[in-house]
């Protein structure tokens, strides 16, 4: 079955530190990729997204990710992290086939310390 | 901004009572859906539809309907809500240039005594 795997629930960073979020799917074939990113009380937004090409995609907020394939993974980078940076981010894959279905990972929550 | 509103916003209601969520888009997407978000799970796929009239299941459907009479409108109908029921449904219409994404309105936070 496919599934979406986030191994952190929580992290906290200090401000200006390195960020690295993980993502793992499991899937047969390549699948679009999605990165979201939820304030408190807020609707989703799309941070960055993966269909195919560069490996290394970037996205809004200084934002990077990079899909391996060997590794079944898409992990979200920022390489200084804001105090406006808190919030939740979601993995989420899709796969094609009637709809696009998207499968979400469970989130990480961030803190920023300042 | 994607052009996606939710109504009602917040929402408290009794067990038992039949409550309908309605989501709004301006911008003539085809595809659209309903979520929920709960702690620890995500986003799970409760309904989807392809188009006027046009709609089918997603993995958490039971206890729900849904209908979809004009492109703009997608309604979520709970016959007879349940505890269980109550969390914040989020509504997505899929576009963007390379397609497949999906873009999110601001949710309904339901809570269900």
């Known amino acids: 079955a496919q599934s979406v795997t986030q191994p952190d629930i929580h992290i906290t960073v200090s401000e200006g530190a390195s960020l690295e979020l993980r993502c793992n799917y499991s899937?047969?074939?390549?699948?679009?990729l999605f990165w979201y990113v939820q304030s408190p009380g807020q609707g989703l937004q799309l941070l960055l997204k993966?269909?195919?090409?560069?490996?290394l995609v970037q996205g809004i907020k200084g934002f990077e990710a990079e899909f391996k394939r060997s590794q079944s993974s898409f992990n979200l980078r920022k390489p200084s992290v804001h105090w406006s940076d808190a919030a939740e981010y979601f993995c989420?894959?899709?796969?094609?086939?009637?709809?696009?279905?998207?499968?979400f990972g469970a989130g990480t929550r961030l803190a920023v310390h300042p | 901004d994607a052009g996606i509103t939710q109504s009602p916003r917040h929402k408290v209601t009794e067990t038992g009572t039949p409550v309908t969520l309605r989501c709004h888009q301006t911008?003539?997407?085809?595809?659209m859906y309903w979520y929920r978000q709960d702690p620890g799970h995500g986003l799970r796929l409760i309904h989807y539809?392809?188009?006027?009239?046009?709609?089918d299941k997603g993995e958490v459907s039971d206890g729900y309907s849904v209908s979809r009479s004009k492109t703009e409108d997608f309604l979520l109908t709970l016959e007879s809500a349940t505890s269980s029921q109550t969390s914040v449904y989020f509504c997505?219409?899929?576009?963007?240039?390379?397609?497949?994404?999906?873009?999110f309105g601001p949710g309904t936070r339901l809570t269900v005594l």
């Open positions: 989420a894959v899709g796969f094609s086939g009637g709809y696009n279905k998207l499968i």
């Open positions: 899937y047969g074939a390549t699948p679009y």
């Open positions: 993966y269909f195919s090409g560069d490996t």
């Open positions: 911008e003539n997407h085809r595809y």
């Open positions: 539809s392809y188009g006027v009239k046009d709609t």
């Open positions: 997505a219409i899929e576009g963007g240039q390379g397609g497949h994404e999906q873009f």
